[in-house]
Structures are given as structure tokens and as C-alpha cells.
């Protein structure tokens, strides 16, 4: 499940180099489903961050003990599964002893920009994150 998107969200434009051929059957291939290039990246885009990790045995961060201790104990709640961001929270300020109001900026957040978390659901209503 894909993280909702707002009007409001900051976007980055994307370059790549393909052979010219490549990219003619390409846009062949998205006419055929009726669809443009952005939507396809973007589609692809979402499908590489909800899929499963490859790597089932993935590690605790080694080089801080304060994420270590989070991860593993969300992994202990439910690796794989989407949990709700303010369970989370209580479950991570809980097994480090840090406010659950700063667990988003001093864990969670780490977390994802290293991979161990997706964020998902609604960003403003229903929050939730996805542990790998």
C-alpha cells in the first residue's frame, strides 16, 4: 500500500539516459495501456519500496544502539506488517526510554532514510509505517 500524495507535496524531476530504442518501445508499450511515462515511474517507484525484503535475515543498525533498540523492537511487533505510527511510537519510546513525542525525528525518521521503514497510509489522518 502506497503512501497517499497531496497537491501540497514537494516533487524532484528525475533524469536518466536510455538507448533511443529503448525508450520507443517503451512509450509503445505505455500507449498500449494507456498510460505516460511519470505515472509508470511513479508506479514502479511505489512497487520497489512495498516489496518485500529480499533480504529476510536484514540486521539491526549497528553503529547506534538507540535505532538497534527500536528496530528490534518493532521487528519483535511485527515485521512485515503495517503498524499504526502512534503504536509505534509507544512501542519504540517504551523499549528506549525516549519521550514518544521525539521518537519520530530521533528513530523513526532514521529508520526509513536507512531502509528499515516504509510510511504509509493516509500522512495526516492515518499515518502508519511498514517494518522490513
Known amino acids: ?10 516533487t524532484s524531476r528525475v533524469t536518466i539516459r536510455v538507448p533511443e ?7 509503445e508499450a505505455l500507449d ?3 498510460t505516460d511515462r511519470s505515472k509508470d515511474i511513479r508506479r514502479y517507484m511505489r512497487s520497489v519500496i512495498n516489496a518485500p525484503d529480499p533480504d529476510e535475515s536484514r540486521q539491526p543498525p549497528t553503529d547506534d544502539e538507540t535505532l538497534a533498540k527500536g528496530y528490534a523492537a518493532l521487528r519483535k511487533a511485527g515485521a512485515g506488517r503495517s503498524v499504526p505510527v502512534r503504536e509505534a511510537k509507544s512501542i519504540v519510546a517504551r523499549e528506549t526510554n525516549i519521550p514518544a513525542e521525539s521518537v519520530s525525528r530521533r528513530v523513526l525518521k532514521p529508520l526509513e532514510r536507512r531502509g ?17
Open 116 to 132: 528499515y521503514l516504509a510510511w504509509g497510509g493516509d500522512p495526516i489522518n492515518d499515518p502508519w509505517v511498514t517494518v522490513r
Open 1 to 10: 500500500m502506497s503512501r497517499m500524495e497531496s497537491p501540497t507535496d514537494a
Open 21 to 27: 530504442s529503448l525508450l520507443d518501445e517503451y512509450d
Open 32 to 34: 498500449d495501456r494507456e
